[in-house]
């Protein structure tokens, strides 16, 4: 009686260990990742690091200066002026930098546009940071970011390098200044806010 008693124990022991092991043996060869381990922007690899040496913001600022140290949501908008639709995507991109909460100072976001409007976008939010990139312009400094954003769109696949058809893409840009995700137009801004909140917890900030 105490001899199968034991071998239930033993198998009982085995059974509980076994299944789990067996479980996340095949969730792994399913491609299935922890919640908290995925990240829903495209991952651009390796990252790009963003010149901005030589760039002065819309406001006067050296873009480099405001961007060094924090996590930058840099948008794009190429088009003239932000349409109804731009308007709606930047006003998402004003959420997800509220709900940072006290990690606000920490974060910032980043409006590359080729015509900025700057009275309407500064509307919309008054932290917003505003860059110039008109595609007509011939300066070295120009054609460097737009080197970089080309670079990052196909190192996180991309179908296209154009840079006009990137209209409406934001990046997560790192403390250091390299563009490390991508969110292809319109993506969820959920997943934008989701991703920024892991990386504030991960980097300590």
Known sequence: ???????LVIVGIFVLFLVPLLAAITLERAGYE???TVNRGLLVDPPVPLPLAERVLLDGQA???????????????RQAGCDAACQARVTELRQVHIAAGRYQNE????????TPDEALLSGIYERFLMLANPAAAREP???LLDTAI??????????TDNWSALDGTTFIVDPEGNLMLRYAPGYNPSDLNKDLK???KWSGR
Request: glycine residues 4%.
């Open 141 to 143: 400094e120009v054609a």
């Open 63 to 77: 873009a480099a200066e405001q961007t060094r140290g924090r996590w930058t949501l840099l948008h794009l908008i």
């Open 34 to 36: 922890p919640e908290n």
């Open 150 to 159: 080309t670079a990052a769109a196909a190192r996180s696949g991309a179908a």
């Open 1 to 7: 009686m105490n001899r199968n008693r034991n071998r």
């Open 107 to 114: 974060v910032q976001v980043l409006l590359v546009s080729e």
């Open 198 to 200: 892991k990386l504030l």
